[in-house]
């Protein structure tokens, strides 16, 4: 007796069956071999347009007509924004000193996570000094995204709103973003993007480890608002300002954009607060 035999009185039944069955097969078989390429494999550009299709008939607006992905760039409202893009664009180390209300988080954040979605980078680093709010770090409860994730919000913020939370859940589990406390970047090599916030609370000694950390094609973007300094004695911007002053080999490789009070964007009540703290603070209060 044959193994696939069923049995004599059913015979001719599981035999229709299985004629079904097997040209049923065939044209799930035939369907997916259309959706392969000739090296036998998925072709994921075909998978994928056929599933933002799919989206689009059901009413949802998921990306561009022309399937670029990427959101349209970045305007500079300022000469001090256009020249930190310049900085972003060409330099190793791009600096942006500014008062609060000025784009910093959200030039940054905006230009470096197109970069994501385009490929020029594979991954983006966020990172800034745990001071400033009592070094709460190691007392909030959670891992280390419960407890890094809130002093990052202003960077975070800015990527959700430009490709939506699924982006930026998608881009944190999958490794793309990935958050690194200061205490932990020592040692590794990144030819990605890192972008420091809150930069005017680095150390000296922080700064300089930044710097190392930056491989060839690498970018490290720090921003910051030196008025708003919860460090003693020298920060790591006013030393790397020196520092660089001090040894024109690295100025090829670094640009500092510098604003005020009156390169705020934000306008109303923040601009207005900003030029009067300016105001107290040259007069020694």
Request: glycine share 10%; proline share 3%.
């Amino acid at each position: 007796m044959s193994r696939n035999k069923r049995g004599n009185n059913n015979s001719q039944q599981f035999s229709g069956q299985n004629r079904k069955e097997r040209r049923a097969n065939a044209a799930k078989k035939a369907r997916n071999e259309s959706s392969r390429n000739g090296g036998g494999k998925r072709n994921k550009q075909s998978v994928s347009n056929d599933r933002w299709a799919c989206k689009n008939q059901n009413g949802r607006q998921v990306r561009d007509e022309d399937h670029s992905y990427v959101a349209e760039a970045v305007e500079p409202m300022n000469q001090v924004q256009s020249e930190f893009l310049n900085d972003m664009r060409e330099k190793a180390l791009a600096v942006f000193m500014a008062p609060a209300g000025a784009g910093k988080s959200f030039i940054a954040a905006s230009e470096a996570c197109d970069w994501l979605k385009s490929g020029d980078f594979d991954k983006i680093y966020l990172t800034r000094p745990n001071v400033g709010m009592g070094k709460s770090l190691g007392s909030l409860k959670g891992d280390l995204r419960a407890k890094f994730e809130p002093l990052l919000l202003p960077l975070i913020d800015v990527i959700k709103e430009r490709y939506g939370a699924g982006f930026y859940e998608s881009a944190l589990n999958n490794g793309t973003i990935e958050f690194v406390p200061m205490e932990y970047i020592r040692g590794r090599s990144i030819k990605d993007v890192v972008i420091v916030d809150e930069a005017q609370n680095t150390t000296p000694d922080e700064m300089y480890t930044l710097l190392t950390r930056i491989a060839d094609g690498g970018i490290l973007i720090a921003i910051g608002d030196p008025t708003q300094n919860d460090l003693r004695g020298e920060t790591g911007i006013e030393w790397l300002v020196d520092f660089v002053d001090r040894h024109e080999d690295l100025q090829e490789f670094v640009g500092v954009t510098e604003a005020t009070s009156d390169d705020i964007v934000r306008g109303g009540l923040c601009k207005m607060t900003v030029k009067a703290r300016e105001k107290d603070i040259a007069n020694g209060k």
